[in-house]
């Protein structure tokens, strides 16, 4: 091909960003290794599958695909405004809460300002930040999770956004209400906290944040919540942020018109009504839980406690070789170098038996 200085041309921060590692799909494996029966717990999926009553509601809503889909939502934001007690002004839908968190940065954050993140947090941070080119702050983790009083102490007059997730993604940790009320309270009204509750619905009840009613008394408070985890609709891309009236029509100025397609809709107006759906996700996943921590004490591993749907295991330096025999023995997990964990592999809980086979394959490694 010709020779052209595409970099040149790009934005100063894009010319070094890495792009985003997804979780080895099934089907590379397949074709890499020439290998069948493939247990992926690389992408903190939903094992259980799509909802029957989802799958019933896309295939009646195939006919209608021609059309443009609803460009506001309306049904959506009317469930999710009933259910949260808010207001539908209050609610910004999107492709997947990735797109709303990079709208967010979009609509908030420029060059001249500083983000704040905690080590080993999701990478979307990191990533939208760089690709504005504002200046990201990775504030050293506690016990591999956030470490708020050095957060707030991180803020300068710089400070546009922070980003907390809450558990965290891909170490599992998790913050008290207590404990984050108390940031909250002390972070100026300029700084927008982005609160990420991507695995809000794997936490208990009663250890689960008020987080939606704080932002009456904090209009810089941001609530992120997706239904690609408990809700299981990660294929389709959908997700949501929570927010002060103002702040959604800022956003909604800035988004694609048609951010969420007619399916996604579809699937979930009808998923955040399948209460049986969502208790199986949230059983099965404390089963498979319990299921890998079990193995973890018996086989001496250390393993960082998780709140959400995938545990983070310590596996030695050899992490990136064990990665690797894994996937020849047909299990994908997770590597987590890139969050500055060489030395642990990220395995998202699955169904008993997918559960199983990794720590089968696992066992027969540390052999
Ligand atoms: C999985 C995850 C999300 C959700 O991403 P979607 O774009 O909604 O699929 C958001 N934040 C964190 C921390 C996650 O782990």
Redesign the pocket.
């Known amino acids: 091909m010709t020779e052209f200085n595409a970099k040149a041309l790009a934005n100063p921060g894009i010319r070094t960003l890495s792009p985003y590692q997804a979780g080895k799909p099934i089907e590379e494996v397949e074709r890499e290794l020439g290998i069948k029966n493939i247990v992926k717990l690389a992408s903190?999926e939903n094992p259980l599958g799509l909802s029957a009553k989802v799958k019933g509601a896309l295939q009646d809503a195939l006919s209608g695909l021609a059309r443009y889909p609803d460009a506001n939502g309306f049904y959506l934001k009317t469930k999710l405004a009933e259910k949260f007690g808010v207001h539908t002004n209050q609610i910004t839908l999107g492709n997947?809460?990735?797109?709303v968190?990079e709208l967010l940065a979009r609509t908030f954050v420029n060059e001249t300002h500083e983000v704040i993140f905690a080590q080993h947090a999701?990478v979307?941070y990191p990533l939208v930040t760089q690709a504005i080119g504002a200046k990201g702050v990775a504030v050293p983790a506690k016990n591999y999770g956030h470490d708020l009083p050095a957060m707030l102490a991180a803020i300068t007059p710089k400070t546009r956004m922070i980003f907390i997730?809450n558990p965290?993604?891909p170490t599992g940790t998790f913050l008290t209400k207590e404990e984050l009320a108390e940031f909250i309270a002390q972070v100026p009204q300029n700084v927008l906290v982005v609160l990420?509750e991507?695995?809000y619905e794997y936490v208990s009840e009663a250890e689960r944040a008020p987080s939606v009613e704080w932002i009456a008394q904090y209009p810089n408070l941001i609530v992120?919540r997706?239904?690609?985890?408990a809700y299981g609709l990660?294929g389709l891309?959908?997700?949501y942020v929570i927010t002060h009236p103002d702040i959604a029509d800022l956003m909604n100025r800035v988004r694609q018109p048609f951010n969420m397609n007619s399916l996604s809709l579809r699937a979930a107006e009808v998923v955040l009504d399948d209460q049986e759906y969502l208790a199986e996700s949230i059983r099965v996943n404390a089963d498979g839980m319990a299921q890998l921590v079990q193995f973890c004490e018996q086989s001496g591993l250390n393993y960082i406690p998780s709140h959400g749907n995938f545990l983070t295991i310590e596996v030695g330096s050899e992490a990136a070789e064990i990665y690797q025999q894994l996937l020849r023995a047909g299990v994908i997990v997770r590597p987590v170098a890139g969050y500055q964990l060489p030395n642990h592999l990220r395995v998202s809980i699955g169904l008993p038996a997918e559960n199983q086979a990794f720590i089968d394959a696992m066992a027969n490694l540390l052999k």
Do not use: W
């Open positions: 903190n997947g809460s990735n797109d968190l999701f979307v997730a965290n993604n990420d991507a695995y992120s997706t239904f690609s985890k990660a891309r959908a997700g």
